[in-house]
């Protein structure tokens, strides 16, 4: 799979779900540098249907 493909795939679905997908690469950008290498649920915390994402990624206008 295209690599593009994916990304375009994670902020589709992460639009789908209410996330402003600008302020959620933004995020993942900040976050994913300082996550626990050995931490296996660490990247499951950063994705679109996680409780613990931040508010600021949620799009108030849908």
Do not use: V
Request: hydrophobic share 40%; charged share 20%; with cysteine.
């Amino acid at each position: 799979m295209d690599n593009s493909a994916i990304i375009y795939g994670i902020l589709d679905a992460a639009k789908g779900n209410g996330i402003n997908p600008y302020y959620y690469l933004r995020y993942l950008f900040e976050m994913i540098p300082k996550i626990d290498p050995t931490d296996e649920s660490a990247l499951d915390k950063l994705l679109h249907w996680s409780q613990s994402l931040l508010i600021c990624c949620i799009d108030l206008k849908t």
